[in-house]
């Protein structure tokens, strides 16, 4: 069965300092891997995805995420935190069965400090 | 914005009652998705539909239901409802045809209160 992991409840970090956003997968096959973020009371809005190609994928408000094979990770990454990206950060696959669902992550709640 | 909306945006019901949450799909998406989260929780699966049919479906009970219509629109019903319903659920809509590498996109949510 397919299913990401997000080892951090919690991330703290200063703003203007790089972060970074921890997941690792397990799938059969090659990964459909996804970062959703989630801001107070509002729905999921997508952030990346990477389907194939190049393992430095980029995505809105200036985030990126690296795709590692060999270490089965997909960790979300910023240069410059900003106060605004405060927020839950969903990790998720794509399931390739008949539904093609998404199997989501239990979320890292993401704390940048002024 | 997604282009996926969902009514009602808050509601609270009593236990044993039904509810029926409303989304509208993003213009050409073909496919919706419903989810549950629970707080503190990640999004789960409820059920898929696809061309108005159930074509999958997570470990909810069948008291979970849902529509596809015509336009793509969609319904998720829930029948006695329990204390532990109490969740935002996500509607989610994509194009099914294009292959499983397609972004799916998310609503803002209904937040449901069971009491």
């Known amino acids: 069965a397919q299913s990401v992991a997000q080892p951090e409840d919690q991330v703290n970090v200063a703003e203007g300092n790089p972060l970074t956003v921890k997941c690792t997968y397990s799938?059969?096959?090659?990964?459909?891997l996804f970062w959703y973020v989630q801001y107070p009371n509002r729905g999921l809005q997508f952030l990346l995805k990477?389907?194939?190609?190049?393992?430095l994928v980029k995505g809105s408000y200036g985030f990126e995420a690296e795709f590692n094979k060999s270490q089965t990770s997909f960790h979300l990454k910023k240069p410059s935190a900003l106060v605004s990206d405060s927020a839950l950060y969903f990790c998720?696959?794509?399931?390739?069965?008949?539904?093609?669902?998404?199997?989501f992550g239990k979320g890292t709640r993401l704390h940048i400090l002024p | 914005e997604t282009g996926v909306t969902q009514s009602p945006t808050h509601l609270i019901k009593t236990r044993g009652q039904q509810v029926t949450l409303r989304c509208s799909s993003q213009s050409g998406h073909n496919t919706v998705s419903w989810y549950q989260q629970a707080l503190g929780q990640g999004p789960q699966f409820i059920f898929q539909y696809y061309r108005e049919e159930e074509n999958g479906r997570g470990n909810f009970p069948p008291r979970f239901s849902g529509l596809q219509f015509p336009n793509y629109s969609s319904e998720l019903n829930v029948n006695a409802l329990e204390l532990d319903d109490s969740a935002l659920y996500l509607c989610a809509s994509s194009v099914r045809d294009r292959g499983s590498g397609n972004t799916i996109y998310f609503g803002e949510g209904s937040w449901l209160t069971v009491v």
């Open positions: 990477y389907i194939t190609g190049d393992n």
């Open positions: 998720a696959v794509r399931d390739k069965g008949r539904d093609d669902k998404i199997i």
């Open positions: 799938v059969s096959g090659n990964p459909y």
